[in-house]
């Protein structure tokens, strides 16, 4: 038979193409989509555990930070409160207990008691005893133990934290931890800490009450007899920390709950110990160790986490993901489907076409729509701008601080338009320094400071404006900035400056009521016949004026630190050659000890520089006085004031001198907030010097720093900007002022010279021809 065309013979390749073509096309489409989820969903999770590794990273080290912080703090405070027992030979209970009165309130998590440990030579604990019981320990009981070649007992005690007021008069020597910690504390003149012990007061407590725990060491020694001259070791200060307590404070603030800590130390034979443990919830699946120096011991921190407690660490995202993409790989296959067994061919791909624009309309209207969200979530306003200038971007929160809703094309018109200022209020904040107008110019600017005055702000605010080049993956060039309000930051600053200054009067002044009442004490003392007591009622009252007059200084240099960091810069042409040689003159008029040969100082030409004049004199001061301060006795003071050209648009200032030096171990610390080198012991001072001077520099936008002068002793040098106007006409004036300066002194410096008294050597001056010279302080001021 004849089949008829259409019908049987056309059926089989119509059947094949609606019975497979669709099937093939479907299991491609969940082939690839299950595939493409998976593979989502396996970056995600690589991502996440990146994440981890990172969170961890950085809860690490805020821990290790804290830690560090902590122990740094307890030595700093045992070496102040150390410093301060040692300006009184004669320590009693009441100077013990008002020195260490401070701790109590300083927040010493772990910390137990503080107590005062003095030695004893095997045949003098009798006569120690009885020379501390007349300071101020009636009771005091001292019990020898072995034969050691001295005996090291507890004499005054402060209880810290509840800890117990401890034994007085136990032999410590007994202890090797803490034996071997007060004996090295000894021989470096550093705080030291003890290898992990169980405490001697801790050892009648039941053993699941005992912890391990150190012991913090200072060694106390008095003001030097005589310059060049050792100064009398008084004993030591001593604090016991309880480790377990440490941690526990410790981490429980820095980790939120979040980390598991435990501490390790070596113990009285160097072994590595576990000292204590801290438990955070959740089943540690991320760990990290971190090793710091405490005084002159090693601990590490072991510390680990649940990555699921930790923020940002993990996530539903990949199984949302998941879901997500089985779910559209499912709807694409019943897509597909559809449009391959539909009877349109043509239909078929103008439904495919259509699904894949409406896709990408829907994804860039998603897109869109969470940068707009992201862009109005934002606390901080964001300004984006084309090559041009005009805005292509204003968030919410930008508008509400400009308080401008509308913009202006082009950055000429940006001051005006929207009330921008320098921070003094007054001067217009000029285009060209914009940060949007430099970062148009591909420049990199970080909290450039503006203060925003128009109709709708008439209270001025003062913003932080961080701007930079439109990443050119945006396909468009332009910029972008980012304002932040810091007005009440810097309320809040001149209000700590303020009370800064309050506090510094408030304790001035019962100072100078007690310095009034030793001076007339002393001159009623002037009239009485010489005797003994007189004598010593002198003596008394000189060593209260000379404490009075440390604690006045130590404050003045505390206003000073203060004040360095925190009140504003008022930047102005500064002629150096002036302030230099008004420094030095100050300086060289005060009372030198008899039998000091004059110093020789000699001066360079210096530039105008741009800088706050009072804070600049500061850092000048500081420099010339430690050159004539640390200088051996009975040497003359040798100083050279010189200036290079540094970078463009900056110059280098240097001031060298030929004093006792600065060791190269001290040189990296010696900037450093109360490092004192070890030369220094003997010669007054706090420890702040430096480092007031160091931030003075950097709020210039300098460095600063140290190293030996070739001739012996130390060159300081540091960096400020050159004035606008300070060309070759500003450098000829600031030379022509210090030489007009000097030359009004040339007569009282003739007449000085006929007698002890001081020399100054400048240049262009006949007194002696330029050379350099150098040796420096021993680092504080």
């Not at 709950?257 to 390790?264: A, H, P, S």
């Not at 897109?367 to 005009?390: C, H, K, P, R, T």
């Not at 100082?601 to 500061?618: E, N, T, W």
Request: charged residues 20%; contains cysteine.
């Amino acid at each position: 038979m004849r089949s008829r065309p259409g019908t049987a013979r056309n059926e089989p390749a119509g059947a094949w193409h609606g019975r497979f073509v669709g099937p093939l096309l479907v299991a491609g489409v969940l082939v690839l989509g299950v595939t493409a989820t998976l593979v989502t969903v396996g970056v995600l999770r690589g991502d996440q555990r990146v994440a981890a590794d990172r969170v961890m990273d950085q809860r690490t080290a805020v821990a290790r930070a804290v830690v560090i912080g902590e122990t740094g703090r307890y030595r700093d405070l045992m070496q102040a409160v150390a410093a301060g027992l040692g300006t009184n030979a004669r320590l009693t209970a009441a100077d013990f207990a008002a020195a260490t009165a401070p701790l109590g309130q300083a927040g010493l998590v772990g910390a137990t008691s503080v107590a005062f440990v003095v030695p004893a030579e095997p045949g003098g604990v009798t006569a120690t005893e009885r020379l501390w019981r007349s300071r101020g320990a009636p009771g005091l009981s001292l019990e020898p133990l072995g034969a050691p070649g001295e005996h090291l007992f507890p004499v005054f005690r402060r209880s810290l934290n509840s800890g117990g007021a401890g034994p007085l008069g136990i032999d410590v020597s007994a202890a090797p931890e803490p034996a071997a910690a007060l004996a090295e504390a000894r021989r470096t003149g550093q705080p030291t800490v003890s290898g992990a012990y169980v405490l001697l007061g801790d050892r009648n407590l039941p053993e699941a009450r005992q912890q391990l725990s150190f012991l913090f060491v200072a060694p106390v020694f008095a003001a030097a007899p005589a310059p060049g001259r050792a100064p009398p070791f008084l004993g030591w200060l001593a604090m016991g920390l309880h480790g377990r307590d440490f941690l526990g404070g410790v981490l429980s603030t820095a980790s939120q709950g979040l980390l598991d800590g435990e501490l390790y130390a070596t113990d009285g034979s160097d072994r590595r110990v576990e000292v204590a443990a801290y438990d955070a919830r959740g089943v540690r699946d991320l760990t990290r160790q971190a090793s710091f120096p405490v005084a002159d011991r090693q601990w590490t921190l072991l510390t680990g986490a649940d990555s699921h407690y930790l923020p940002g660490a993990r996530s539903d995202t990949p199984t949302a993901v998941l879901i997500g993409g089985l779910v559209i790989t499912g709807m694409l296959a019943l897509v597909v489907w559809i449009l391959a067994t539909s009877r349109s061919r043509a239909k078929a791909r103008v439904l495919v076409a259509t699904a894949d624009l409406r896709a990408a309309e829907a994804e860039s209207r998603r897109q869109a729509g969470l940068l707009s969200a992201i862009m109005a979530s934002i606390g901080d306003g964001v300004g984006v701008v084309d090559e041009n200038g005009a805005f292509l971007l204003h968030n919410p929160a930008a508008k509400a601080l400009l308080g401008v809703a509308d913009h202006v094309e082009g950055p000429e018109g940006w001051q005006e338009h929207y009330g921008l200022f320098r921070p003094d209020g007054h001067t217009p904040f000029p285009v060209e320094e914009m940060p949007l107008v430099r970062a148009l110019r591909g420049e990199v600017s970080n909290g450039v400071e503006m203060l925003i005055r128009n109709d709708s702000r008439p209270d001025d605010i003062l913003v932080s404006v961080d701007g930079r080049p439109l990443d050119p993956s945006a396909g468009q060039h332009g910029a972008v900035a980012v304002f932040h309000d810091i007005t009440e930051l810097r309320r809040y600053e001149n209000d700590l400056a303020v009370f800064a200054g309050v506090v510094a009067h408030d304790l001035k002044a019962p100072l100078a009521v007690v310095r009034g009442h030793c001076e007339n004490a002393d001159d009623e003392l002037a009239d009485a016949p010489d005797g003994p007591e007189v004598r010593e009622a002198r003596a008394a009252m000189a060593r209260v004026a000379n404490a009075v007059d440390r604690m006045a200084g130590m404050i003045d240099t505390l206003l000073a630190y203060t004040t360095a960091r925190d009140a504003p810069l008022k930047h102005r042409p500064v002629p150096l050659g002036p302030l230099v040689s008004d420094v030095i003159e100050q300086r060289t008029q005060q009372p030198q000890p008899a039998g000091t040969p004059p110093p020789e100082i000699y001066v360079g030409p210096l530039p105008v520089v741009d800088a706050d004049p009072a804070m600049l004199r500061h850092v000048l001061d500081n420099l010339v006085g430690n050159a004539l301060k640390y200088v051996p006795a009975g040497r003359a003071a040798r100083i050279d004031v010189t200036a290079a050209p540094a970078e463009p648009g900056w110059t280098r200032v240097e001031v060298a001198d030929r004093g006792i030096g600065i060791p190269p171990e001290d040189q990296p610390d010696i900037f450093e907030t109360f490092h004192r080198a070890t030369t220094a012991a003997g010669y007054a001072g706090t420890g702040l010097g430096l480092a007031i001077c160091r931030r003075i520099v950097e709020r210039h936008g300098g460095v600063i720093g140290v190293a030996d002068n070739p001739g012996g002793g130390t060159r300081f040098h540091f960096t400020l900007p050159v004035a606008a106007a300070a060309g070759p006409d500003g450098a000829e004036s600031a030379r022509a002022a210090l030489g007009r300066a000097l030359a009004e002194r040339a007569a009282i410096e003739q007449a000085a010279l006929r007698e002890p008294g001081r020399e100054v050597r400048a240049a262009g001056t006949a007194s002696a021809p330029p050379r350099m010279r150098g040796a420096g302080p021993a680092g504080t001021a």
